[in-house]
């Protein structure tokens, strides 16, 4: 029996708060090896990074004896990372098949978008007034990060923490939770996306112009250039999906 593409684990995203982290603790956690609490949350990431990093394609089940004996872990683990990563839309429980890494579709795409707006919106307008100069000097270095950063698998990480650093005062933890589920999914998106257009797919204009109505406490104007960027993101995986449809 064929053995899963799991490699490596990623080291730069395993372990991190998706919601409290800070720059060195991602710079920290490149260096040094992963620490996880138990055997579930070891498959759980290791499995993610290799969905996001494409190294388990989408289509590809997920057999839990193969996980369980290359992760050198039993099954019980195995299966609640499964149902964490379902519940992540990372991985769909097929009738009759088990669990298979989700696909990528135009649909889902825009989905995800509209959810992501929604949710967005709403973290952002919460966590403005409460940013504090640590949260938006985080953003601000996240930003001169990502202008630089050569990887795509990095650059959506990056993303991920841009956002979640201004939406991390909201208050609200199941909200951030849903935020972050959906900036995971978009994370995949990204991949393909700069992987067919290249680097010059991720400006970070709008970032910055977010960041700047953060610090000046404007929640009106930040919302609204949010909601372009999304949108902005939206029409360009919606080219991307229909320029591949077009080249099958």
């Known amino acids: ?135 938006l000097a985080q953003a601000e270095a996240l930003i001169g990060v990502m202008e630089v950063e050569p990887d795509a698998g990095q650059l959506g990480q990056l993303n991920r923490r841009f956002h979640m650093a201004l939406y991390a005062r909201a208050g609200r933890p199941r909200l951030l939770l849903l935020v972050d589920r959906e900036l995971a999914v978009f994370d995949r998106y990204l991949r393909f996306f700069l992987a067919a257009r290249g680097r010059g797919g991720m400006a970070q204009d709008d970032h910055r112009a977010l960041l700047q109505a953060a610090r000046a406490r404007d929640a009106e104007a930040a919302v609204a250039v949010l909601a372009r960027h999304i949108e902005i993101a939206a029409r360009g995986m919606a080219g991307f999906f229909a320029s591949r449809a077009a080249g099958a």
């Open 1 to 135: 029996m064929a053995r899963h593409p799991l490699g490596r684990a990623a080291e730069h995203i395993v372990g991190l708060d998706p919601i409290n982290g800070r720059i060195s603790e991602m710079t920290r956690l490149v260096e040094a090896p992963p620490r996880w609490r138990t055997a579930t949350e070891y498959v759980e990431a290791t499995l993610k990074a290799a969905i996001l990093e494409g190294r388990i394609p989408a289509g590809t089940p997920l057999r839990q004896d193969d996980i369980a004996r290359d992760l050198d872990v039993s099954r019980m683990p195995v299966r609640e990372a499964l149902r964490r990563l379902e519940a992540q839309a990372l991985v769909d429980a097929v009738p009759h098949k088990g669990a298979v890494v989700t696909d990528i579709s135009a649909a889902k795409a825009a989905d995800s978008f509209a959810i992501r707006q929604g949710l967005e919106e709403v973290a952002l307008r919460l966590s403005i007034p409460h940013l504090s100069a640590e949260d």
